[in-house]
């Protein structure tokens, strides 16, 4: 099945070693099988740190049940990997989605609110895909849902939708949740097996992307 698919239903080495040694008892990551390398490289900024994308959208299913476990992880990324973000814009709806979490992100409230969309889609079975929905939704929360909305349709917004969408077109992206490391490597739990296995992969790749950034 196309990993498109899914969603359209869509520091150092010892310490690596002994945090995900059960799930490498299959063997290391394989090129090809765990991950996949992009080429050409997606062009970074230097930041002097590993900079480690999770691709995602709202409406997946997967996407919901992989962040608890991706919460986990991010708590334990050593200091010189840098995380975040990226809302999928394949389709008018996953773009509409993705305007919700860049206005949350905008008004400082993904912390706060980024679960609670999760749930409020795939536990309290609502669609989030309408202005008057959305606002209903966040101001039941305690948030003005009007300034969601207004932030939703910003000139920043607009911008940072562009960005997500040359992002996934540089990394390749067909399919999330992903997770897309220093615009060199993709892995994903639909490519791993599993979320430990999934982890296991992306530490190895960051700490072979931070070794060779000395």
């Known amino acids: 099945m196309n990993r498109r698919d899914f969603p359209l239903h869509l520091a150092g080495l010892a310490g690596l070693l002994a945090l995900s040694g059960p799930a490498l008892a299959q063997g290391a990551p394989v090129e090809g099988k765990d991950f996949l390398r992009i080429s050409p490289p997606v062009p970074m ?5 590993v900079e480690v994308v999770e691709f995602f959208w709202y409406g997946c299913p997967h996407c919901n049940a992989l962040e608890p476990s ?3 992880w991010v708590k334990r990324l050593p200091s010189n990997v840098h995380f975040e973000r990226v809302a999928a814009t394949f389709s008018p709806m996953h773009s509409y989605h993705a305007r919700i979490y860049y206005a949350l992100e905008l008004m400082g409230k993904v912390e706060a609110f980024h679960t609670k969309v999760f749930a409020a889609i795939h536990v309290q079975h609502q669609r ?19 300034k969601v909305l207004q932030t939703m349709k910003s000139f920043t917004v ?15 992206i067909d399919g999330v949740p992903t997770l897309g490391i ?4 993709t892995t ?8 430990p296995r999934l982890y296991a992969t992306a530490d190895m ?3 072979q992307v931070a070794k060779s950034l000395g």
């Open 45 to 49: 900024a230097p930041t002097g740190k």
């Open 70 to 72: 991706l919460e986990a």
């Open 128 to 146: 989030l895909d309408k202005d008057a929905d959305v606002a209903a939704f966040f101001t039941a929360q305690g948030l003005d849902g009007q």
């Open 158 to 172: 607009e911008g940072k939708l562009r960005q997500a969408k040359a992002l996934a077109q540089g990394y390749k």
């Open 182 to 185: 220093q615009g060199r490597f």
């Open 188 to 195: 994903s739990a639909a490519m791993t097996g599993s979320e």
């Open 205 to 207: 790749l960051i700490a």
